[in-house]
């Protein structure tokens, strides 16, 4: 299972997540109040529903730290695949409710849209740097603690990073008479949010019904073919448990060899895996190898 370091360090990164978004959501939607932004608006209300995805997050990772018990013998490392699951239909509802409201008022309501001032467009700037910025932490420490929520908290640090860059350039555009532009920016926000949504749902629900990467299932094939004395692999699986990854393989070895020579090729096995792939769950089953040509 993971260690109670690396949990602490996946943790670090949803709490400096919860901050950054915490703070910009505020600076997002006061500044967009003052400049009159329907884009910036729609950005920080983007990060409102950041800040729920990261809570989820880091209540999923507690949860996840429990050990095994009885009733979940694999651990509890899933939760936190069920909390970003959660978290996608909160994101969704609020894209979609952006995206209503910037449609009503470029053809419903257009004589009401209004050029925002330009200090929201420069807001939208330096929230993009520390959104990068933020990326970069949490992508790393995703990399170092092979943690599949961070990587995707990560992935959305940097998209929400693509959202006030686009903001702001809708801003600055709709200065030169196209006031338009910027509910027509707050739309395209908002479908980011729900294309956002819509990848971290299809991730949480590949991971909860055992779904796996088939390119990963090759280069898991190939590593084990390399251990002396493995004939054939004829069956290999896996599944992913939070930063965990549990994969169940049948390999053919030598009738001749004995028990001890069997369980050293498992424990090689064991650990190249470890070694190549980060995976310290492996089961292994022996069945003799026959050559039928």
């Given at each position: 299972m993971v260690s109670h370091n690396v949990q602490?360090?996946?943790?670090?990164?949803?709490?400096?997540?919860?901050?950054?978004?915490?703070?910009?959501?505020?600076?997002?939607?006061?500044?967009?109040?003052?400049?009159?932004?329907?884009?910036?608006?729609?950005?920080?209300?983007?990060?409102?529903?950041?800040?729920?995805?990261?809570?989820a997050i880091l209540i999923g990772i507690r949860i996840a730290r429990k050990p095994p018990d009885a009733n979940h013998t694999y651990g509890h490392s899933k939760a936190e695949s069920i909390a970003s699951l959660a978290a996608s239909f909160i994101m969704v509802s609020v894209g979609l409710n952006i995206i209503l409201k910037s449609i009503q008022q470029l053809f419903l309501s257009p004589s009401i849209i209004v050029v925002p001032d330009t200090l929201a467009a420069w807001t939208a700037i330096f929230c993009a740097l520390v959104m990068y910025f933020v990326y970069r932490f949490n992508y790393k420490v995703a990399n170092q603690t092979n943690s599949s929520a961070l990587l995707s908290a990560a992935k959305d640090n940097l998209s929400d990073a693509w959202v006030s860059i686009g903001a702001a350039i809708g801003i600055f555009a709709a200065q030169w008479n196209m006031p338009w532009l910027d509910p027509l920016a707050a739309c395209i926000v908002g479908i980011l949010i729900c294309k956002t949504a819509w990848e971290i749902f299809q991730e949480s629900s590949r991971v909860l019904t055992d779904g796996f990467d088939e390119g990963a299932l090759s280069q898991f094939t190939h590593t084990i073919m390399l251990i002396k004395g493995v004939r054939v692999v004829d069956d290999i699986r896996a599944r992913s448990y939070g930063s965990d990854i549990f994969v169940d393989v049948?390999?053919?070895?030598?009738?001749?060899?004995?028990?001890i020579e069997s369980h050293h090729i498992c424990n090689?096995?064991?650990?190249?895996?470890?070694?190549?792939?980060?995976?310290?769950?492996?089961?292994?089953?022996?069945e003799p190898y026959i050559n039928v040509s």
């Open positions: 602490k360090k996946v943790e670090y990164g949803a709490w400096l997540s919860i901050t950054a978004y915490i703070l910009l959501t505020f600076f997002k939607l006061l500044v967009g109040y003052i400049a009159q932004s329907k884009a910036l608006t729609a950005d920080g209300l983007n990060n409102s529903t950041d800040i729920l995805l990261s809570v049948v390999i053919h070895v030598d009738p001749e060899i004995n028990i090689q096995i064991e650990q190249i895996m470890l070694d190549r792939h980060q995976v310290s769950n492996v089961h292994i089953h022996i």
